[in-house]
């Protein structure tokens, strides 16, 4: 019997430190900052005070993400910005420790990635809109408007980072609309190397199989400092339809193709993200298999490729899962099914129970960066 006892702890023994060598890192440091943007599982006061609480503790880069479109008029012409914006800045600015990296990413583009960012404001004045809506994108007044734009919350924010082109390569673009904002980006790049020679200033690309998206890519290398990616592969891996979205169905060799746009040049993740439960947006007919693991799978191989590629950053889009923004987001009108793509991508979940991949996240954020 003691014989038993002393093998079976033996057995135990063994169990413990391969379990112990399976989850430690391979690597001794990291060459990253690892960050997320403050968007919230709720917009209440709460639900940034959440946000911003991973951002201090859990982070040492945030992404200021602006998606919502531009104050043409008042940026061009030096009016008062409007008011949400500045509270937004404001927000921003005392909940974020000081001792955080800054990178700003502004959207040039609607969501579509197809078209020309809309009109911030409230209720802006329409006489502004119709007249900035019948510009063309490489106008000269578009292109100043933007840049002042940029370099305004550039101030504000103290970034140390510029994304001025998030999501710039949509495979769908129209040839012609495409060549006047590859226009755009050129003479926004070369205006903002002017104002920050020395300050990296770059545009994303969406990561997909679509061969036209890496094409748009390659066009627009010329106009960014870095090489960065924006990349959701479970949105198009496996069947649309009660498919799998484990990553090892993402395509072998699909990041590394981004990366070799040009390999001189520093690579980064702008934006990313994984579904850790299942995917169901029904008018768009898309229903994907998500879970835990998956998610903590990509994670794992996202790290390692951006380790072995000296990425400079990884921008994880949500920290939290956003079930009650959307539910607050259906209580004002806004259905659009799009905000369903990436509710359940957060590291916590709508319960606040940290999923597994928060300790991967936690073990490479304790790494010293080199």
Avoid at 330 to 348: A, C, E, R, S
Wanted: a neutral charge; hydrophobic letters at 35%.
């Amino acid at each position: 019997m003691k014989r038993i006892f002393i093998l079976s702890f033996l057995f135990s023994v063994v169990l413990v430190s391969n379990s112990c060598k399976k989850d430690k890192l391979k690597y001794d440091t990291r060459s990253f900052y690892l960050g997320v943007t403050p968007w919230p599982p709720d917009f209440t006061s709460t639900g940034y005070n959440l946000a911003y609480n991973f951002i201090n503790n859990d982070c040492d880069i945030v992404s200021h993400h602006f998606d919502d479109g531009v104050p043409w008029e008042e940026i061009y012409n030096n009016l008062s910005l409007p008011q949400k914006l500045i509270d937004d800045i404001s927000r921003r600015k005392q909940k974020t420790n000081s001792n955080k990296k800054v990178l700003l990413s502004v959207a040039a583009l609607k969501i579509s990635r197809k078209e020309r960012a809309g009109y911030y404001g409230d209720s802006p004045n329409t006489a502004y809109v119709s007249k900035w809506a019948d510009k063309h994108f490489n106008d000269t007044a578009v292109v100043d408007a933007y840049v002042k734009f940029i370099i305004y919350l550039t101030v504000q924010l103290n970034a140390d980072y510029i994304n001025f082109g998030v999501e710039s390569n949509n495979g769908d673009w129209d040839a012609g609309d495409f060549e006047e904002y590859r226009q755009f980006i050129s003479m926004v790049h070369t205006k903002l190397k002017t104002a920050y020679p020395n300050k990296p200033c770059f545009i994303s690309f969406m990561v997909t199989p679509d061969s036209k998206f890496l094409t748009n890519a390659k066009q627009l290398e010329p106009y960014t400092d870095w090489v960065t990616i924006s990349a959701y592969p479970y949105s198009y891996i496996g069947s649309p339809v009660h498919g799998s979205s484990s990553p090892s169905l993402i395509p072998s060799g699909l990041f590394q193709s981004y990366a070799d746009i040009n390999s001189a040049k520093p690579f980064a993740v702008a934006e990313t993200g994984y579904i850790a439960e299942d995917l169901n947006i029904p008018g768009s007919g898309l229903y994907k298999e998500g879970n835990a693991q998956w998610q903590e799978d990509y994670v794992n191989y996202l790290f390692d490729f951006c380790q072995k590629k000296h990425s400079k950053f990884i921008i994880w889009f949500c920290a939290y899962d956003y079930d009650a923004a959307v539910n607050t987001f259906n209580v004002i009108g806004y259905t659009q099914d799009i905000v369903l793509l990436w509710k359940d991508t957060g590291f916590i979940d709508e319960n606040l129970v940290k999923r597994s991949s928060y300790s991967v996240w936690k073990q490479w954020l304790k790494l010293p960066i080199q």
